[in-house]
């Protein structure tokens, strides 16, 4: 017996009471309503026969001491009320199928209500009035038809928010900002008529060439396009706010490609940090001594153009400082190796002596620095502030999971900042760009504290940073009414529906049964941990307009171009090179999953990879499955067709692992990840 809300409270007295027509002697009425359940009795008789038959009636579940009835949903409790009543209450209720008759069965525990099923009680009686309803439903009619002649079902999770609903006006409070009527939303608009956009230059292949130019341009930041423009986003934005009136000190994380060395030359095209807050903040900042950012470390893997911004920008410190002999980058790369590979014993406290050293030797300290407060007060005799600009420590700790003595070199650097926060007006300043996967093997003690430290500043890209992504790609590729000044100002529903321009509304005609272009392409780009980079979306929209301009007529580019720039087919083309390079990437960030992936490939062919699966499906071992867990690149759910549990893929790893769905499945992408997430997407 379960009592989920009130409704199965007063299940129980109409089944008692045979629809309330055959109350107990002793009781004259019995009315139940979401706050509370009210007993008349004979004041002849008084209420212990009345307790004796809620305590019959409903068991455990009645509180006898403080008249309550327990209900199994968030712990709640359906007060009772006695009330003496000198004539019975009569009132005739009929039977009927409404939403308040539905049976709750529970196959698993109360803690888990996604696994209920709801059904109707069907009874003689209710035939007439099911035919009635049935017939209130066109299938035929435009607005409820779907492509398989049956009314839609439209799959949502389970919201213990729309249980208990008392009134109309509660229940339109209940929905808001629920993805219910999100989703109702989206079926309404998509019943409305398409306004279809005058053919323009949006669609001229000038157009698609200036959007491949452009991702072609911001996919490898490590490139260095001398462009002034950056999209601002809410890390960043914390950075500067931050540090508004203080030298920064902080770690930045995020994996390989969310934008860790693209933000590192946008900071070092800036000069120092004053210069770069006014160019998040859109403001002349004018500060008593520059605050130089100084490149220390930096990617080996950059372009000419970046190579070129970064050495200039060491050479003027040299000056600056007055360095007659510099030590240079590939001098210090060359120290870092040596003291790893020959001197693998060294601990923190050396080798945080060592980037001391480092520091010291690096803007010309001309003594073996035993603290940062030594190098601290040279810079006020210089009266400079230098800020140390630290990125492609992957290039260096290439075997940061297994090598202990990068792992003791890496934690002591990533604690500097912490170091140089306890110096009082300090003139040295750090910003360090690592590897998410590197915070895990280096911090192992109170690494959750660690990373909530800097949480702030870690380059990750939310639902709304992604609509702002893609809304400042295009206007780098001078698409029609996109404006650059505008991103920032710009909310998720205006974003969505400027983005319209770009891959329509749906993946199909306006009106069909397709999913919304936007939630799918966020959807199919994020893993199960709800990850996204930035290089996938890049990648996403140059593979899209190269496909668009190799195969406009497979993609049908003829079709759509009244109402969009890229067509749904070349969206959903693109997410396989997507997901290859996605693969790629993956191996060279964990070799853990490296090792796996060879490991799969040599036993699993690839006509026998199909979603969704069980683990004795692959012989996954239980390390495996957690690694591919924590990766994001697997979630367990229940397949429709069979009621099992069983594991799927998100398309950014399904089409690179050469994954294809089970015969005659559509990817169930949208639902997925509103279930990994646990909300809707924007």
């Known amino acids: 017996m379960n009592f989920l809300t009130w409704l199965d409270v007063e299940r129980v007295f109409r089944l008692k009471t045979d629809n309330y027509s055959s109350l107990p002697g002793h009781i004259q009425s019995?009315?139940?309503?979401?706050?509370?359940?009210?007993?008349?009795i004979s004041p002849a008789v008084g209420r212990e026969l009345a307790v004796e038959m809620l305590k019959a009636w409903f068991g455990e579940w009645y509180n006898e001491k403080n008249h309550t009835i327990s209900l199994d949903l968030a712990e709640q409790v359906l007060p009772v009320e006695f009330i003496?009543?000198?004539?019975?209450?009569?009132?005739?209720?009929?039977?009927?199928?409404?939403?308040?008759?539905?049976?709750?069965?529970?196959?698993?525990?109360?803690?888990?209500?996604?696994?209920?099923?709801?059904?109707?009680?069907?009874?003689?009686?209710?035939?007439?009035?099911i035919t009635a309803l049935n017939g209130a439903f066109?299938?035929?009619?435009?607005?409820?038809?779907?492509?398989?002649?049956?009314l839609s079902l439209i799959e949502m999770s389970f919201n213990p928010m729309l249980m208990s609903i008392s009134s109309w006006t509660e229940s339109l409070q209940k929905l808001t900002d629920t993805h219910q009527i999100q989703i109702a939303r989206e079926w309404a608009e998509a019943k409305?008529?398409?306004i279809k956009i005058p053919e323009t230059s949006l669609h001229a292949d000038y157009v698609m060439e200036q959007l491949k130019k452009v991702c072609k341009r911001y996919e490898f930041a490590e490139q260095g396009d001398d462009a002034a423009d950056f999209l601002i986003t809410e890390p960043i934005t914390n950075m500067v706010k931050r540090f508004y009136n203080d030298i920064p000190r902080l770690v930045s994380m995020g994996p390989k490609g969310s934008g860790k060395t693209f933000c590192y030359l946008q900071m070092i095209r800036s000069g120092s940090w004053p210069d770069f807050i006014g160019r998040v903040m859109d403001e002349k900042t004018v500060a008593p001594l520059s605050e130089t950012l100084f490149p220390l470390l930096h990617s080996t893997t950059l372009g000419k153009i970046a190579t070129n911004m970064v050495l200039t920008s060491?050479?003027?410190?040299?000056?600056?400082?007055?360095?007659?002999?510099?030590?240079?980058?590939?001098?210090?790369?060359?120290?870092?190796?040596?003291?790893?590979?020959?001197?693998?014993?060294?601990?923190?406290?050396?080798?945080?002596?060592?980037?001391?050293?480092?520091?010291?030797?690096?803007?010309?300290?001309?003594e073996q620095p035993s603290n940062l407060q030594e190098l601290n007060?040279?810079?006020?005799?210089?009266?400079?502030?230098?800020?140390?600009?630290?990125?492609?420590?992957?290039?260096?700790?290439?075997?940061i999971n297994s090598n202990e003595s990068q792992k003791v070199a890496l934690k002591t650097l990533l604690h500097i900042p912490q170091r140089i926060a306890e110096i009082r007006n300090t003139y040295l300043g750090i910003i360090l760009f690592v590897r998410q996967d590197f915070i895990k093997h280096s911090i192992t003690?109170?690494?959750?504290?660690?990373?909530?430290?800097?949480?702030?500043?870690?380059?990750?890209?939310?639902?709304?940073?992604?609509?702002?992504?893609?809304?400042?790609?295009?206007?780098?590729?001078?698409?029609?009414?996109?404006?650059?000044?505008?991103?920032?100002?710009?909310?998720?529903?205006?974003?969505?529906?400027?983005?319209?321009?770009?891959?329509?509304?749906?993946?199909?005609?306006?009106?069909?049964?397709?999913?919304?272009?936007?939630?799918?392409?966020?959807?199919?780009?994020?893993?199960?941990?709800?990850?996204?980079?930035?290089?996938?979306?890049?990648?996403?929209?140059?593979?899209?307009?190269?496909?668009?301009?190799?195969?406009?007529?497979?993609?049908?580019?003829?079709?759509?171009?009244?109402?969009?720039?890229?067509?749904?087919?070349?969206?959903?083309?693109?997410?396989?090179?997507?997901?290859?390079?996605?693969?790629?990437?993956?191996?060279?960030?964990?070799?853990?999953?490296k090792r796996f992936l060879k490991n799969f490939d040599a036993t699993v062919t690839t006509k026998d990879r199909v979603v969704p699966f069980t683990s004795d499906q692959y012989q996954l071992s239980p390390l495996e499955?957690?690694?591919?867990?924590?990766?994001?690149?697997?979630?367990?759910?229940?397949?429709?067709?069979?009621?099992?549990?069983?594991?799927y893929m998100p398309e950014i790893y399904r089409a690179g692992l050469h994954f294809t769905m089970k015969s005659g499945a559509r990817p169930r992408v949208l639902a997925l990840k509103r279930k990994a997430l646990g909300r809707d997407l924007f």
Request: net charge negative; aromatic share 10%; proline share 5%.
């Open 625 to 647: 499955i957690e690694m591919l867990n924590d990766m994001g690149i697997i979630m367990e759910s229940q397949d429709p067709s069979d009621g099992t549990m069983k594991w």
């Open 377 to 399: 007060s040279y810079l006020k005799r210089k009266k400079i502030k230098i800020i140390f600009m630290i990125d492609g420590l992957e290039d260096i700790f290439q075997e």
């Open 138 to 150: 066109d299938i035929e009619n435009e607005y409820t038809q779907s492509d398989s002649g049956q």
């Open 192 to 194: 409305m008529p398409t």
């Open 445 to 593: 003690q109170n690494r959750s504290q660690f990373e909530a430290l800097y949480a702030p500043f870690s380059l990750s890209w939310d639902a709304t940073s992604f609509l702002k992504l893609v809304y400042w790609i295009c206007t780098q590729a001078n698409m029609k009414d996109f404006y650059g000044d505008q991103v920032s100002s710009l909310k998720n529903e205006a974003l969505l529906k400027h983005l319209e321009r770009l891959w329509g509304r749906k993946l199909g005609r306006d009106n069909s049964n397709e999913a919304n272009s936007a939630r799918w392409v966020y959807a199919a780009l994020t893993d199960f941990q709800g990850r996204l980079q930035a290089r996938d979306i890049v990648r996403m929209l140059l593979y899209a307009s190269e496909i668009c301009l190799a195969k406009p007529s497979e993609v049908k580019m003829d079709l759509w171009k009244g109402s969009r720039l890229l067509p749904p087919a070349a969206i959903k083309q693109s997410l396989k090179p997507c997901s290859m390079e996605k693969i790629k990437e993956a191996g060279e960030e964990s070799l853990a999953f």
């Open 84 to 129: 003496d009543e000198e004539i019975p209450f009569s009132r005739t209720t009929p039977a009927r199928p409404l939403w308040q008759e539905v049976i709750y069965q529970n196959h698993g525990s109360i803690s888990d209500p996604e696994k209920m099923e709801t059904h109707w009680p069907v009874p003689r009686e209710f035939d007439i009035p």
């Open 30 to 40: 019995i009315q139940c309503f979401y706050d509370a359940v009210e007993i008349g």
């Open 314 to 366: 060491r050479e003027k410190i040299f000056r600056t400082l007055d360095i007659q002999v510099p030590l240079l980058h590939g001098d210090i790369i060359d120290r870092i190796n040596n003291a790893v590979a020959q001197k693998p014993e060294m601990n923190e406290s050396q080798w945080t002596l060592f980037w001391l050293t480092l520091f010291a030797d690096a803007i010309g300290y001309p």
